[in-house]
């Protein structure tokens, strides 16, 4: 596996140079009361959206995060789990795992309550993870999957599946794109590294997760990532939009008739009631909006009902709701 060796030779690099133009985050930097993120960490933010979700880390989680840049994510998690080992950082570039230890001394300098003990590094492969099995809450990553090809990248969600307790998290975020790029492109061992030529579609992408044999998904934000012109790309007939995809994978059993993934549609019943029961465990009250998985919304068009509204798809979806 080259491309992998490429990989993880780009990234020595830029641990030991930090490049702050190689990734375009579109998420903010989410900041709380008493974290300062040390000036390296932010230059070192190598990722395309954000996994760090506060809902998502409750009851001092031990949470797992695989790829691990500088450690501003990592440092952004240990605030939600203060206990020795309670972060778990592995990446397969020993540069940057030295990078981002320097740069934990220099945040525990300025935040008092953090302690380089909450977080633990450790060298390793997200195709074999060194993390026993059904043994963390949250395992996370940021723009690294897309590098994988697609029989790599089943392999990583199957480690992540496997290190997960039941009802675990995955928190992912990577760029998607709307077309199957030329091979000239996939093939192209320095633009993968780049988080650019290695994108799945978004079909494929949440087929693999449900495939991985997590029941419910959660798309929770999908912004323009970044633009491939033809002037740059000869291969490409037009532009072709990249979009950075958030995305929560919950390790819940998948249903007979399918997974649960949440878009953002919502179903609203408007009909002379007081309420509407479906008849399979929704119960929508009249006027008010429900949120809905998709594979529940096309039941509800599929009655074709004159009182029943299904909206499109938004993705950004933060919670509730029934499946």
């Given amino acids: 596996m080259s491309y992998l060796k490429t990989t993880n030779d780009f990234y020595k ?3 030991e140079t930090p490049d702050v133009g190689l990734c375009c ?17 932010l230059e070192m933010n190598y990722g395309c959206g954000a996994t760090v979700h ?54 525990e300098k300025t935040n008092d309550w953090f302690r380089n003990e909450y977080v633990r590094l450790v060298e ?15 395992a996370a990553q940021n723009c690294l999957f897309n590098i994988f090809k697609l029989d790599d990248l089943k392999s990583a969600l199957s480690e992540m599946y496997r290190v997960l307790k039941p009802h675990g998290r995955l928190v992912m975020s990577d760029p998607v ?25 978004y079909d494929s992408y949440i087929g693999a ?28 007939p037009h532009p072709v939009l990249l979009e950075s995809l958030e995305v929560a994978a919950i390790k819940d059993p998948v249903l007979p008739d399918g997974a649960c993934v949440f878009t953002g549609k919502a ?18 009250q009249r006027d008010m909006p429900l949120s809905v998985c998709d594979k529940t919304a096309a039941k509800l ?18 919670g509730g709701g029934c499946c």
Wanted: with cysteine.
């Fill in 177 to 201: 794109t709307p077309e199957i790029l030329p091979d000239s492109l996939k093939d192209d061992e320095t633009l993968r590294a780049m988080c650019v030529s290695g994108t799945q579609t």
């Fill in 54 to 107: 506060h809902r998502d880390l409750t009851n001092n989680p031990t949470v797992l995060y695989v790829g691990v840049g500088g450690g501003m994510e990592l440092l952004q998690f240990s605030y939600f789990s203060r206990k020795p080992g309670g972060v778990i950082g592995v990446d397969t570039v020993p540069e940057m795992l030295s990078a981002s230890r320097e740069n934990f001394i220099e945040a």
């Fill in 301 to 318: 068009e599929s009655l074709n009902r004159k009182d029943i509204m299904v909206t499109p798809s938004t993705f950004f979806y933060d």
């Fill in 25 to 41: 985050t579109t998420s903010p930097v989410w900041l709380f009361p008493g974290l300062n993120i040390p000036k390296k960490m």
């Fill in 267 to 284: 179903a609203i019943y408007f009909g002379e009631n007081e309420n509407f029961d479906d008849g399979a465990g929704h119960l929508m």
């Fill in 124 to 138: 390793g492969d997200a195709l074999n993870l060194p993390i026993e099995d059904e043994s963390v809450d949250v």
């Fill in 13 to 15: 690099k830029a641990a």
């Fill in 209 to 236: 997760l449900v495939e991985a044999g997590f029941g419910t998904i959660e798309i929770r934000a999908k912004r323009p990532y970044r633009l491939l012109d033809p002037k740059r790309y000869a291969e490409l």
